[in-house]
C-alpha cells in the first residue's frame, strides 16, 4: 500500500473513484450517478480510449434472467460444493438477480438498444449448463442486448456518456493510498498521460479492473497454466490483485478448475496478444483432437461449450484437459476446411475488437503455414512432431468408430460420428485459452473488502470478474449479471459512507 504520509498535494479530489471500465466499473458508474447526480465521480480505465471495455466487450453477452431465488440458490449452491459460497453472500446474491431484469431493461432503453431473450446468435432460448444440479428451475430464460457482438458493452457505455459522467482513459490504477495502521482507504495514487497523480476519493475507491487471465507469470504461480492464452482483453494483467494483496486483503478463488469460466481450444498465431476462439458452431464433423502424443484425450464435439469445457468424469464435472494435452492438434479434412471459418466472429478480442482478419476457407492461414496440409495422415504427422504410425492408428480407430456409429473410446455424439476421409488433409495447433479468471478479494455482495482477519477494510470496495463470488461450476449468464450487481451493490455501498476525515497532521 501508499502511505498517507506520501501524499504531499492531492491532485484531483472526487467523492467515489472508480477504477475499470468494464461491465462492472460501467454498472458503479450508472449507479453512483443515479443515486446522486451531485457526487463527484471519476472512472480511471488503463486501456486506450478505443481499447476500453474489458472482457465485457467481447464475452458472449450472456444476460441470465431468474425468476426463482430459492431455485437459484439450490442451484448455485450445487455448482459450488467444492469451494462453498457463504450463504448470507449466496442469499443476497439470488435475491438480486430475480430482480435485475427491470434494470437491465431500462439500461437498454436509455442506450436505444434492443433487449432480446435469447442468446442473440443461437436459436437457444436458454442455455441450461448443469441440468442435473437444478439449471432448469433456476434459469427463465438467457438473454442479451442487440447488436451482437458487443451489445451489452455498448448500452452500458452510452449510458455512462449520457450521464456525462468522467472517464480518464491510458490511466492505471498504481496504488491504493492508505492508513497504514487501521487500513482506511483515502484514495489513490493512478498515472495519468504518464504522469503519476494523487487522487483523493472522500466516500470510496471501487476497484473493477479486471482478472490476471493476460499475465503469464500469475497463471503460472496461481493455476500451472503455462501455455494459456486470453480470449479477452490483453489488459487484465493481474494490476487487482497484487494492489488488493499489498492493501491487507484476504485472497479468495485464486484456484478455481478453470477459473470458473473453463479451458477452452483456441488459436493462437504468432505475434498475436490474445488468441481465438475454434468455432463451436462448425457445421462439419471430419475431425478429432490429438494431444502431444498423437492420441484422441476428450469427447471434443459434444457441444461442450454449453458446460464451458466441463465434462463428467468420476461423478463430477472438471475442466476438459487441453492444457494436459498441449501441444494439441485438430486433425481435420477437406470436408471441415470447406464447412467454414476454423474460429468464431463473436466472443474474443482478435475478432470483436483488433479484427485480426481470418479467411472464409481457412486458404490464407495455409498458405502462412499455421494449418499444416498434407496428402496422407503419415505425412501430416511428420509436419507437427508426432509419430505417424500412432497418428495413423488412431485416425484409423476414429474411423471404424465412424462407421459403426459408436464411439467406444470417448463417447462422441454419433450425429457428429463423420470419417475423416476426404484428402488432403490439415492439422491445426490448439492453444488452451480462458475466459477470465475470478480470483480477488473476498467480498460480500455489497463490495466490501475483507481483511485477514474477517474486517471490513473501510472505504475499500470491490466488483465484478476481481474478487467474483464463483467458485467451482459456472453458468452461462452469471459473470455479467454479477458484475451489475457488484458494481450496483458497491456504488451504494460508497455513497453510504460519511466522507474520510484527514488531519492537517496527515495532510
Request: aromatic share 8%; net charge negative.
Amino acid at each position: 500500500m501508499a502511505s498517507l504520509n506520501s501524499v504531499k498535494t492531492w491532485d484531483e479530489e472526487v467523492d467515489v473513484l472508480i477504477c475499470g471500465y468494464g461491465c462492472a466499473g460501467a454498472s458503479a458508474a450508472i449507479e453512483t450517478y443515479d443515486l446522486d447526480s451531485n457526487a463527484r465521480l471519476l472512472v480511471i480505465e488503463k486501456a486506450p480510449q478505443e481499447f476500453a471495455g474489458g472482457n465485457c466487450r467481447v464475452s458472449g453477452q450472456s444476460l441470465l434472467i431468474s425468476k426463482d431465488k430459492e431455485a437459484l440458490k439450490d442451484y448455485q449452491r450445487s455448482m459450488s460444493t467444492s469451494n462453498p459460497i457463504p450463504e448470507d453472500m449466496l442469499d443476497t446474491w439470488a435475491e438480486r438477480m430475480v430482480n435485475l431484469e427491470p434494470w437491465i431493461q431500462q439500461i437498454a432503453k436509455d442506450a436505444d438498444a434492443e433487449f432480446l431473450r435469447g442468446t442473440g446468435f443461437t436459436d437457444r432460448d436458454a442455455v441450461l449448463e448443469f441440468p442435473e444440479l437444478g439449471a432448469r428451475d433456476a434459469v427463465a430464460y438467457t438473454s442479451t442486448i442487440l447488436p451482437i457482438p458487443s451489445g451489452v458493452w455498448l448500452a452500458l457505455k452510452a449510458n455512462v456518456e449520457k450521464r456525462n459522467i468522467p472517464v480518464w482513459f491510458d490511466c492505471p490504477l498504481v496504488d491504493l493510498i492508505q492508513d497504514p495502521d487501521t487500513l482506511e482507504v483515502f484514495g489513490a495514487w493512478v498515472e495519468h498521460d504518464g504522469v503519476r497523480k494523487a487522487i483523493r476519493a472522500l466516500n470510496g475507491v471501487i476497484m473493477a479492473v479486471g482478472g490476471y487471465e493476460a499475465d503469464r507469470e500469475m497463471q503460472r504461480n496461481y493455476y500451472g497454466l503455462s501455455d494459456v492464452v486470453p480470449l479477452g482483453t490483453p489488459y487484465n494483467t493481474g494490476d487487482g490483485v497484487r494492489i488488493l494483496q499489498k492493501a491487507g486483503a484476504e485472497m479468495w478463488h485464486l484456484r478455481n478448475q478453470g477459473q470458473s469460466g473453463g479451458i477452452w481450444p483456441g488459436i493462437h498465431p504468432e505475434g498475436q496478444k490474445t488468441a481465438y476462439l475454434r468455432n463451436f458452431l462448425l457445421p462439419a464433423f471430419s475431425w478429432v483432437d490429438v494431444d502431444s502424443t498423437g492420441k484422441r484425450f476428450y469427447n471434443e464435439a459434444n457441444e461442450l461449450q454449453l458446460t464451458h469445457y466441463k465434462e463428467k468424469k468420476h461423478g463430477r464435472w472438471i475442466d476438459v484437459p487441453l492444457h494436459f494435452a498441449h501441444p494439441s492438434h485438430m486433425i481435420f479434412d477437406e470436408s471441415t476446411r470447406l464447412a467454414g471459418k476454423m474460429v468464431t466472429e463473436v466472443m474474443t478480442w482478435a475478432a470483436v475488437v483488433t479484427a485480426e482478419g481470418w479467411s472464409e476457407d481457412n486458404s490464407e492461414e495455409i498458405a502462412s503455414g499455421l494449418i499444416k496440409k498434407a496428402d496422407t495422415i503419415a505425412e501430416l504427422a511428420q509436419q507437427i512432431g508426432l509419430d505417424p504410425e500412432v497418428l495413423e492408428a488412431e485416425i484409423a480407430k476414429y474411423n471404424a468408430s465412424c462407421e459403426a456409429g459408436h464411439d467406444e473410446a470417448l463417447g462422441r455424439n454419433p450425429d457428429t460420428l463423420l470419417p475423416i476421409a476426404n484428402g488432403p488433409f490439415y492439422a491445426l495447433p490448439l492453444t488452451p485459452v480462458i475466459v477470465c479468471t475470478g480470483g480477488g478479494a473476498r467480498r460480500n455482495m455489497d463490495g466490501q473488502v475483507f481483511d485477514h482477519k474477517g474486517k471490513v477494510i473501510p472505504r475499500l470496495f470491490e466488483a465484478g470478474e476481481l474478487g467474483s463470488m464463483f467458485s467451482d461450476l459456472y453458468q452461462n449468464g452469471s459473470y455479467l449479471t454479477e458484475a451489475m450487481i457488484t458494481g450496483r451493490g458497491a456504488a451504494r455501498s460508497a455513497l453510504a459512507m460519511e466522507p474520510a476525515q484527514i488531519t492537517e497532521a496527515a495532510e
